[in-house]
DNA sequence: CCACAACACTGAAGCGCGTTAGTAGAGCGC
DNA sequence: GCGCTCTACTAACGCGCTTCAGTGTTGTGG
């Protein structure tokens, strides 16, 4: 059994099981009564009798009865679902997560979860999603164009996180990409940097911002220059590949400003393996604090995005939207600020 | 704005957009034929004439009409989705997901994320996918007992998958615990290692079965008075917590066989902050080969298990358990082995 | 010219539920 | 005894779809 057909071994036979879930009805005539107030007395509303109640709500609890979504976004017209699409790799993500569902419970909403994959691109999933009748769609670094959001955001309530989109028509979440780079940049020049790079995230969520802030910056400190963006992705790979870039030229600079956290993580990566010192000889700055970037001798000094802010206002926006019906589109800018921690210090001596 | 209330500003007014989706019945009054030939149509079944089958088309098109899979599950008694439990922040799981969805996809099923996180436990999560009518629960890295599984596998056919339950009536599709935690200890006392401590994973997936696999490799090499189980988790967290207790005491390990990859992160995160050197003085072996491993110095050894062919089990099975009702209960035993990176090494010289 | 099949299509029932309108009976005041 | 209100409950419709059992029309062979 090395590494050819796995072995399958018979363990026993399963029950003949029945395999019939239980109806409103089992439970009905099961407590001799109707549909009807089976149903009332499991939505908790008025209009039985206290005897009766407990005597439906035993039954359907011994019958081990679980209403049918599908039945009762049918009948209600509406499936009190979140669409949530993510990209399965992005631990950023992962975070905004564990504070969606949270927040949606406390709302009263069901969240459905779609992922992007290599070979499951956004529309698929939000396709996926839009065929279960979520009512909102909050998308996770989306990088969808605008005319594909404007056709989502017609369709139903849609909350665009990590990115911002100019004067679309849809609501959006996301932190002060501008701010968050400023600051870095700043922390960087203080120390004594003037050859930053950038690695840029291409069209994924919040690279534009992100790059733009970027130039700005360095025209603020009149590092024109010194400006260089370096195409990548949001990817450890993008990394790596940045750093055999730099390996390969004659002159490191002194400092990088990665696109995200898994794009330093692979850029130290390469630059360690090709004898390059982080911080002694290249700083190295991400973005996202995803929690990783506390860990291993990493250490990575990073722009903070409060992920649990982002979750919660996210699942907010799409709720009000739905519920109140608000006709204006809504951009929530959150406060982002640079983490120091050990990847970052004082440039190497030029030669 | 500082850190305080995150500014909101307008945007433009959305589309006072009629939000209502098309139904069938849309299509085929515009169409001018019935509900019927449109249903028989859009699902390419054969009776409708070559012209008609075009204009359905092209209306059900142009309308954007999308079917809707509440509706079509409730009439035809099926989903056709599988369920899927994850912890989303285990990478292997994003590893497992991603083979999961092609193989779904090819099979025809749609799949349902529903995450674990922390303050979501799994009878939540398991519960949200039963209430949308799953035909099928695939459970990464289970922590369920075995009454609560039964459970599960009387109403729905349940694939249990990185865990092993001894005579269970439910499939399972899990690696060869047992081999890679031998071939690793075989390994580490063949560089000359002895003193090899284990840092276990307590409940969760396939902990148990490397617990004992670790005993019984070392007791096959008689180093049974070497033998050491450190409560831990599969968290960076735990891992941390272990390097700590063990830069407490007098004496270190030569070598650590850690839970899984994130524990192994954390422990040689603290062990460097503690000024140990691995693998100088202490090696590290992971488990999983979880992305991260090939990644940043830390380029850890550890017992690879493959995710691609686990994820497509695991569908598989639950499928065939589907399609064919088979009443046998299967397990699947995928192969793993030792990917020897840097972390571990020849031991120290004992002082 | 009739029987019969093949083709293109339709009507109606029903999936499991929510909801609206309604009923039957009890209690009460006068 | 009448009208009224409450309480406790039920019948029936419809959500958007699939499916089963047809219907009507045309073509073919005898």
Redesign the pocket.
Known sequence: MTNGVPSQREVGSSSPAPRNRP???DVASQA??????V??V??GKP????E??KRILRIADELG????SA??L????RSRALGVMMNVDQPFHVDLIKAIYPEAERLGYDVLLSATTPGRDERKAVGALLDHRCEALILLGSSADAAQLERYSAGVPTVLVGRRLAGAMLDSVHTAEGKGVRQAVDYLVELGHRRIVHIDGDRESGSVDRRRAYRTAMRRHKLDEFIRVIPGHHTEDAGIDAGQLLLGEDDLPTAVLAGNDRCAFGLIHSLSRGGVDVPGQVSVVGYDDSHLSHLSQLDLTTVRQDADRIGTYAVRSAVERLEQGGLDSREVVLDSKLVVRGTTGPPRAEH
Do not use: E, K
């Open positions: 109806t409103m009805d001799g009564v109707s549909r009807t107030l149903s009332l499991l939505r209009g039985a009798g206290a009766t109640s009865y679980r209403p049918d039945a009762q049918l009948a209600r017209g």
